[in-house]
């Protein structure tokens, strides 16, 4: 059983940037993806990045590209996730999330990921 808690989240104006963490526990997350989705109101779970410790590789949402970045500390395990240039649109609550698995983009974001935290909730203003 992997424990995921998010912190970071806030408010902010537009054009400005935030950095969310997820600190992990239970079991040493080497072998894990860790990623990030978002929930805005009235919408569906969105897929916004992932990370591979073990297989060395990460991919984010087009919508974030150039402006999100996800990156992790092994040894805290702890997953981060960049903000930067941030947009009203991108007011959400933002999950971590992890898997055993390593799958595509594509697939996490039609699946998800097995274990998720409770959220932090971003609100960029206009």
């Known amino acids: 059983q992997v424990q995921l808690v998010e912190s970071g989240g806030g408010l902010v104006q537009a054009g400005d940037s935030l950095r969310l963490s997820c600190a992990a526990s239970g079991r040493t997350l080497s072998r894990y993806t860790m990623g990030w989705f978002r929930q805005a109101p009235g919408k569906e779970r969105e897929f916004v990045a992932y990370?591979?410790?073990?297989?060395?590789?990460?991919d984010h949402a087009d919508s974030v590209k150039g402006r999100f970045t996800i990156s992790g500390d092994k040894a805290k395990n702890t997953v981060y996730l960049q903000m930067n240039s941030l947009k009203p649109e991108d007011t959400a609550v933002y999950y971590c999330?992890?898997?055993?698995?390593?799958?595509?983009?594509?697939?996490?974001?039609?699946?998800?990921?097995?274990?998720r935290g409770k959220g932090t909730l971003v609100t960029v203003s206009s």
């Open positions: 990370i591979s410790w073990s297989g060395g590789s990460a």
């Open positions: 999330a992890a898997d055993e698995r390593l799958y595509s983009s594509s697939y996490y974001s039609r699946a998800g990921m097995k274990y």
